[in-house]
Nanobody, 120 residues
Framework: QVQLLESGGGLMQAGGSLRLSCAAS????????MAWFRQAPGKEREFVVA?????VIKDSLKGRLSISRDDNKNTAYVEINSLKPEDTAVYYC????????????????WGQGTQVTVSS
């Protein structure tokens, strides 16, 4: 089983930027689809972005978000700019061996999540 470890969360100021990292164990990273989901208090987990053979970004985040990966380091990254209080959530990294999907149930491996809090 692949283990995923997120880092980079914390308390942020509105208008600022953040970069989250997801380090994966195992040897299948380069052929994996990596994704980020988030869950705000009282809300369901929602898709944010994924990278595999292509990249898919949540429509409302286009222009503020980018995803990248370093297969040599088994690490995926997401950067969010112009942070807003509504970006406050626990951000989860996820992995699957299939193509990019926006459905959480399609992902096999999950990290523990990292809290991001954006203050106004």
């Amino acid at each position: 089983q692949v283990q995923l470890l997120e880092s980079g969360g914390g308390l942020m100021q509105a208008g600022g930027s953040l970069r989250l990292s997801c380090a994966a164990s195992g040897r299948t990273f380069s052929v994996s689809t990596m994704a980020w989901f988030r869950q705000a208090p009282g809300k369901e987990r929602e898709f944010v972005v994924a990278i595999g053979g292509n990249r898919v970004i949540k429509d409302s985040l286009k222009g503020r978000l980018s995803i990248s990966r370093d297969d040599n380091k088994n690490t995926a990254y997401v950067e969010i700019n112009s942070l807003k209080p509504e970006d406050t959530a626990v951000y989860y990294c996820a992995r699957r061996t299939g193509p990019v999907s926006i459905k959480a149930e399609d992902y096999n491996d999950w990290g523990q999540g990292t809290q991001v809090t954006v203050s106004s």
